[in-house]
């Protein structure tokens, strides 16, 4: 490590107050960043393109913002950065620079940050577990055999190991969270529509798709929201902006709060234990707070919500693929990509535009009935996830699974996917994992992972609290009062 020990004992807020008083420079926060990548990459893989020689440039230069001299690290999806490749997990971009900026790019450049590289992702971020080959897996801090979830595992692993105390993230069906859980972080998914996808994307997944962080800290994520919050020019929609600074409600008491809980499976079928354990705990925490907590759940019709989905995330993945021929500037084929994501591709090419459009249809109506529930409740709170993490390559496909996925995209065979009930069950292994937090990327509801439990094997389990459309900032009130309640800042991996 370089001079500055004290470099995990603030979160970025607090590192960027250092530079603004001029105890420490710019400089010396980036080679510390450096010095750590160097020093726990090798064993994590978190950071998978270092930005090193551009990121001395810019802490040399004059910086202003919140954030002003603070590392940061983006996700290689999602964000790309002029003249720099972005491979989102598929070996045939990982060579490939990018044009221009994303605009949330230029919106961490205003708010002083300092990009030090880009972090490991699975291919096309369609994985809970980040684990590509192209990449190769990323692995939790916390303990190497085990997965920092996904998509933006590589965020998670980093900001954990102490690398900078946030990361860019993305969130599609639980991309922040899933990894904010298996890691021991905060990670808030904002409302559709609160930060900016363009000027390269309209929705991204049909609008599931959110991008912001995950931090060490509330504050820091309340502050880097303030910082990114808004649409960008031409936007398919515009949410209306918060009342005041989101960073403002930190430390606001939120009053007492209508929560329900729940501990039902939603998209699965069972749910560990000590999960479940993590759910009541919080539940008697928030009572113990003065909160109004009963047991309830928004109504859910499992097989029709998993179908539709399915539709929509194949869909999707097919127009990736074809968009990767694009960028490359040939048609790419089964050798291209990865078994799951070829195979996945092929089952949205085999469905129709007015198959796409009923599932679709049907997500949309299910989720008014969800808006219905949180008119009764200000806050639901569940497990992030159903299980603790697990590990590394627990969610490849079988052997004999390989061998048959490999046959299909070989014979271009999608129409046999859908007959057979393949990808459905492929899908339910991950929504064995992740049953809470694909329907909040549905309805677009804001929603955050607080790190409140731990296994009995040390492992992190986080907790889940999901608030009405547009409402982070009861999120931020609620996520700042358990945090003092239960402080996990200076909860960090051995080292």
Not at 378 to 405: K, N
């Amino acid at each position: 490590m370089s001079g500055f020990a004290e470099y995990e004992d603030y979160d970025a807020l607090g590192l960027a107050a250092l530079v603004r008083e001029g105890d420490v420079s710019a400089a010396e926060l980036l080679e510390e960043a450096i010095a750590r990548v160097e020093a726990g990459n090798p064993r994590l893989n978190a950071v998978v393109f270092k930005l090193y020689e551009s990121a001395r440039k810019t802490a040399a230069s004059e910086l202003s913002g919140p954030f002003a001299g603070v590392p940061f690290f983006i996700k290689d999806l999602m964000a790309p950065l002029a003249g720099v490749p972005m491979s989102q997990g598929n070996r045939r971009l990982m060579g490939i620079a990018r044009e221009q900026d994303a605009e949330i790019v230029k919106r961490w450049r205003k708010a002083g940050l300092v990009f030090v590289g880009k972090t490991n992702v699975p291919e096309f971020g369609l994985s809970p577990v980040t684990e590509s080959t192209a990449l190769g897996p990323c692995r939790n801090p916390w303990n190497p055999d085990y997965t920092p979830g996904g998509s933006s595992g590589g965020a998670a692993a980093a900001v954990a190991a102490g690398f900078a105390p946030m990361a860019h993230a993305t969130d599609g069906g639980g991309s922040i969270r899933i990894p904010a859980s298996c890691c021991g972080l905060f990670g808030l998914k904002p409302t559709r529509g609160r930060t900016p996808t363009g000027p390269g994307a309209g929705e991204i997944w049909r609008g599931f798709s959110a991008g912001h962080a995950i931090t060490r800290s509330v504050r820091d994520s309340a502050a880097l929201l303030d910082a990114t919050q808004g649409a960008d020019l031409g936007a398919p929609y515009e949410i209306k902006p918060p009342d005041r600074p989101f960073l403002n409600e930190v430390g606001e008491p939120p009053g007492r709060l209508r929560i329900a809980f729940s501990t039902s499976p939603f998209l699965a079928s069972a749910v560990h234990p000590e999960c479940v354990e993590g759910v009541e705990a919080t539940a008697a925490l928030l009572e113990e707070l003065g909160h109004n907590v009963v047991e309830a759940a928004p109504p859910l019709e499992r097989e029709p919500l998993i179908l539709a989905f399915l539709k929509i995330l194949a869909g999707e993945t097919r127009a990736d693929v074809e968009a990767a021929g694009r960028i490359v500037g040939r048609p790419l084929g089964f050798t291209d990509f990865e078994l799951s994501t070829y195979v996945l591709s092929l089952l949205g090419k085999s469905w129709s535009a007015g198959d796409y459009a009923d599932a679709s249809r049907t997500l949309q109506t299910w989720a008014r009935g969800v808006g219905a529930f949180f008119s009764d409740y200000d806050v639901l709170l569940t497990p992030t996830l159903a299980a603790p993490p697990v590990r590394i390559g627990a969610m490849s496909p079988a052997p004999a699974q390989t061998a048959f996925l490999e046959a299909i995209g070989r014979l271009h065979a999608g129409w046999f996917v859908k007959v057979t009930g393949l990808a459905r069950l492929l899908a339910e292994k991950s929504l064995s994992v992740m049953p809470y937090t694909p329907l909040f990327n549905v309805t677009g509801q804001p929603a955050a992972s607080l790190p409140l439990h731990f296994s009995r094997e040390g492992l992190p389990i986080g907790m889940q609290i999901v608030s009405r459309w547009g409402d982070e900032a009861t999120l931020f009130r609620l996520a700042a009062q358990l945090e003092t309640a239960r402080p996990w800042f200076k909860r960090t991996p051995p080292r």
